[in-house]
């Protein structure tokens, strides 16, 4: 651990869904002043910000402007995509643990659907030149395809069917059941899952992540200023990153490992833990398979395994492995890497409500950005460096 630890001491969440008439910026703005609100601190406390836009842009350096926020020591826009949001958590951890700021305040943002338009069009095809528009000539158009595309080479390569993936869909809509907050909490069944229209072969609609409005910030500080704050810590004891540099043409391992098999190890390593220490695993689950491939890579089940681990029971509120335990992506909300990265710290703190896990003493949050090309990891406790070993 460095030397200064850091801890997440803030979280604002805006209404996230089908929410229209604001603009992301807006929604950015409002996250922030949540999340500093509910670490007991005045935006004046705030010297250092970090932003990240979604697909409908907006969200930057002059969110400075719009809060009225002076003299920061650090202001950046980030972007690595889903995997922003981890990455973010860990430059603002590295700049309090450097001493170039106290108190960062890290915010994502998107606007992209409009009231009596389809939600596929938030995140339909756009145009592309060069390797992309080759693809596209040849029907691969959008993200869909591409996470198709490995999926698939999974499931040819190691059997995994879409019953498993669908275990997936299904365990995470029992939790999202449970969250007050979460668009989709509908009972879902496998046979719902099976009778889904297809998006494109191996996904149904409901191995696919929802579209979002909304904004989601969180407010990171020393460990030492943290204690005398108003909410209970959520300290940040590893993370890393990992960018495999995909070429999308070639490359022998996509679809078959992602970024997740080395910043994960990387992050349990920093904090001194291994999977098997894991209580909670928030994971970024774009699609039912994402979360497939994570686990695997993460080590919760050896490479191949990921279809049969997750059809036996292990998914949902009464599995043996408390992944997901707000709806996620798939059921909650899409806010990109901070849905995974909210929720952890809910269940960090013990303030998940009905959804709360009893043991809760190591987060793993995870976030990928891309297709398979960017992931972060982090490892988040209600207890700092010293306090978790001796619990």
Same mark, same amino acid.
């Given at each position: 651990? !460095?030397?200064?630890?850091?801890?997440?001491?803030?979280? +604002?969440?805006?209404?996230?869904?089908?929410v229209?008439?604001?603009?992301a910026?807006?929604?950015? @703005? #409002? &996250?922030? $002043?949540?999340?500093? !609100?509910?670490? @007991?601190?005045?935006?004046?406390?705030?010297?250092g910000?970090?932003?990240?836009?979604?697909? =409908?842009?907006?969200?930057?350096?002059?969110?400075?402007?719009?809060?009225?926020?002076?003299?920061?020591?650090?202001?950046?826009?980030?972007q690595?995509?889903?995997?922003?949001?981890?990455?973010?958590?860990?430059?603002?951890?590295?700049?309090?643990?450097?001493?170039?700021?106290?108190?960062?305040?890290?915010?994502?943002?998107?606007?992209?659907? /409009?009231?009596d338009?389809?939600? %596929?069009?938030?995140?339909?095809?756009?145009?592309?030149?060069?390797w992309?528009?080759?693809?596209?000539?040849?029907?691969? /158009?959008?993200?869909?395809?591409?996470?198709?595309?490995? &999926?698939?080479?999974?499931? #040819?390569?190691?059997?995994?069917?879409?019953?498993?993936?669908?275990?997936i869909?299904?365990?995470?809509?029992?939790?999202?059941?449970?969250?007050?907050?979460?668009?989709m909490?509908?009972?879902?069944?496998?046979?719902?899952?099976? !009778?889904? /229209?297809?998006?494109?072969?191996?996904?149904h609609?409901?191995?696919?992540?929802?579209?979002?409005?909304?904004?989601?910030?969180?407010i990171v500080?020393?460990?030492?200023?943290?204690?005398?704050?108003?909410?209970?810590?959520?300290?940040v004891?590893?993370? %890393?990153?990992?960018?495999?540099?995909?070429?999308?043409?070639?490359?022998? *391992?996509f679809?078959?490992?992602s970024?997740?098999?080395?910043?994960?190890?990387? &992050?349990?390593?920093?904090?001194?833990?291994t999977?098997?220490?894991? *209580?909670?695993?928030?994971?970024?689950?774009?699609?039912?398979?994402?979360?497939?491939?994570?686990?695997?890579?993460? +080590?919760?089940c050896?490479?191949?395994?990921?279809?049969?681990?997750?059809?036996?029971?292990?998914?949902?509120?009464?599995?043996?492995?408390?992944?997901?335990?707000?709806?996620?992506?798939?059921?909650s =909300?899409y806010?990109?890497?901070?849905?995974?990265?909210?929720?952890?710290?809910l269940?960090?703190?013990?303030? &998940?409500?009905?959804?709360?896990?009893? $043991?809760?003493?190591?987060?793993?949050?995870?976030?990928?950005g891309?297709?398979?090309?960017?992931?972060?990891t982090?490892?988040?406790s209600?207890? +700092?460096?010293?306090?978790? =070993?001796?619990?």
């Amino acid at each position: 651990m !460095a030397e200064r630890s850091a801890a997440i001491v803030g979280l +604002g969440m805006t209404e996230l869904g089908k929410v229209y008439s604001r603009t992301a910026a807006q929604f950015a @703005g #409002d &996250a922030v $002043r949540l999340a500093v !609100a509910d670490a @007991g601190l005045e935006l004046g406390d705030v010297d250092g910000l970090l932003t990240s836009a979604g697909v =409908s842009g907006g969200v930057g350096l002059a969110l400075q402007r719009d809060l009225g926020l002076r003299d920061l020591r650090l202001l950046s826009e980030m972007q690595s995509y889903g995997s922003t949001a981890g990455q973010m958590v860990q430059y603002a951890s590295l700049a309090i643990a450097a001493g170039m700021a106290e108190t960062v305040a890290c915010v994502f943002a998107d606007a992209p659907l /409009r009231q009596d338009t389809s939600t %596929g069009a938030a995140y339909g095809a756009r145009g592309a030149v060069g390797w992309r528009g080759l693809l596209g000539a040849a029907g691969i /158009r959008d993200t869909n395809s591409l996470y198709a595309l490995a &999926a698939q080479r999974h499931m #040819d390569t190691y059997g995994t069917t879409n019953d498993q993936l669908g275990h997936i869909a299904v365990g995470q809509r029992a939790w999202a059941e449970l969250n007050p907050q979460a668009q989709m909490r509908t009972p879902m069944t496998l046979e719902d899952y099976h !009778a889904s /229209r297809w998006i494109v072969e191996p996904f149904h609609l409901f191995d696919c992540c929802l579209v979002s409005n909304g904004g989601i910030a969180v407010i990171v500080t020393s460990a030492e200023r943290a204690a005398s704050l108003a909410r209970p810590p959520v300290h940040v004891l590893g993370w %890393g990153q990992a960018h495999p540099g995909h070429a999308q043409r070639r490359h022998e *391992d996509f679809g078959l490992v992602s970024g997740a098999a080395r910043s994960g190890p990387a &992050a349990l390593a920093m904090a001194g833990l291994t999977v098997d220490d894991v *209580d909670v695993a928030e994971l970024y689950d774009c699609y039912t398979f994402t979360v497939l491939i994570t686990l695997e890579d993460y +080590g919760f089940c050896p490479k191949g395994e990921g279809g049969r681990f997750v059809a036996d029971g292990t998914l949902g509120p009464d599995g043996k492995l408390k992944v997901n335990t707000g709806g996620g992506q798939l059921s909650s =909300s899409y806010m990109w890497g901070m849905t995974p990265l909210s929720e952890a710290i809910l269940q960090a703190r013990g303030e &998940a409500g009905e959804r709360q896990v009893d $043991r809760h003493d190591v987060v793993l949050v995870s976030g990928n950005g891309g297709v398979l090309d960017h992931h972060s990891t982090l490892v988040l406790s209600p207890h +700092g460096p010293a306090g978790r =070993s001796s619990s």
